[in-house]
């Protein structure tokens, strides 16, 4: 059974920094991709940074150039660095991977419960 276990949300005022973690855990053979996506009320599910065979990385507009993803891929985890944080941040933050249970298996999909982060004065 495949888990990925998120950290770090919380309350930040505009302008500061937050910094998520989230650790990949269980039957895992290879893990392909880690990346964030982010969610509020009423909308879908957006892409905020992936990182793939780590070291090629994907970063949405509305984030590029504040945030920074990396993965520590000896302990199955990536990282994101959220710094300049602007209200229009505020969201749930759902940690994905695309990881490889066993050798005989496909990639499959897997998703963290989710971080709050909410961006106020």
């Known amino acids: 059974q495949v888990k990925l276990v998120e950290s770090g949300g919380g309350l930040v005022q505009p302008g500061g920094s937050l910094r998520l973690s989230c650790a990949a855990s269980g039957a895992i053979t290879s893990i392909t991709m880690m990346g964030w996506y982010r969610q509020t009320p009423g909308q879908e599910r957006e892409l905020v940074a992936q990182?793939?065979?780590?070291?090629?990385?994907n970063y949405s507009g509305a984030v590029e150039g504040r945030f920074t993803i990396s993965r520590d891929s000896a302990h199955n985890s990536v990282y994101l660095q959220m710094d300049n944080l602007k209200s229009e941040d505020t969201a749930v933050y759902y940690c994905?991977?695309?990881?490889?249970?066993?050798?005989?298996?496909?990639?499959?999909?897997?998703w963290g419960q989710g971080t709050q982060v909410t961006v106020s004065s």
């Open positions: 990182v793939v065979s780590d070291h090629i990385t």
């Open positions: 994905h991977a695309m990881i490889q249970s066993s050798p005989w298996q496909p990639n499959r999909p897997y």
